[in-house]
């Protein structure tokens, strides 16, 4: 019985101070570039930068990270591990919504196109629903969501489709048209949320 409370008290004093230690080794990381840098010299898969964006995260975790500072860390322990996780960047981002049906001009011809595009349209003036018309036109992987993007910051959609989402003069709730020469490729798009400013923070994640 002595024999294991010494030993208990042995690896919780052990466990502590490689706690301590890990902690004070991430100090020195305050970018993106110093975290990726640490990743590569530990070589662990379960090391790794991860994102948290209040709009799409809601676990607990992310949202106490989200609400502390950069260089902030949080404390993850399980029975057989520890994990350390550390806010290494922050920003609030403008990020847009919107539905939209993808039609690949490379897979289908001119006249088919403007066939399903017109459809599209004749079909959302007479009231049905924009979703249900994603999921049977749309090319985009997208369509089991309805056409749904999801909250998307620059850089995630042809620059085109990303202009005009920025674009102040469409209203929700209104359709209109994007193509794009190069390569073939043909949007109808529905705006369905106001341009956003969204809280997004950059993680480094590190399992002792």
């Known amino acids: 019985m002595k024999y294991l409370l010494t030993l208990t008290l042995f690896l919780t004093v052990f466990t502590a101070t490689a706690q301590k230690k890990l902690i004070k080794s991430l100090d020195t990381i305050t970018t993106a570039e110093q975290a990726e840098k640490f990743i590569e010299?530990?070589?662990s898969r379960n090391n790794k930068i991860i994102i948290f964006n209040e709009e799409k995260h809601q676990s607990k975790l992310a949202k106490a990270l989200l609400n502390t500072s950069v260089g902030s860390t949080e404390v993850v322990k399980s029975e057989f591990d520890?994990?350390?996780y550390k806010v290494i960047e922050k920003d609030n981002q403008r990020h847009y919504r919107l539905s939209y049906v993808y039609l690949d001009g490379n897979k289908l011809d001119a006249e088919t196109i403007v066939k399903y595009k017109n459809e599209i349209l004749q079909s959302y003036?007479?009231?049905?629903?924009f979703d249900d018309l994603a999921k049977k036109y749309s090319m985009d992987k997208n369509?089991?969501?309805?056409?749904?993007?999801?909250w998307l910051k620059e850089g995630n959609l042809p620059i085109e489709v990303e202009t005009e989402a920025f674009n102040l003069e469409h209203k929700v709730g209104q359709i209109y048209t994007v193509r794009i020469p190069e390569p073939?490729?043909?949007f109808v798009i529905l705006k369905t949320h106001r341009i956003k400013k969204i809280k997004e923070?950059?993680?480094?994640k590190v399992v002792d």
């Open 184 to 186: 073939q490729a043909y």
């Open 82 to 84: 520890t994990t350390v």
């Open 143 to 150: 369509a089991i969501r309805g056409g749904d993007s999801g």
């Open 201 to 204: 923070i950059k993680v480094l």
């Open 41 to 43: 010299n530990k070589k």
């Open 125 to 129: 003036e007479e009231g049905i629903r």
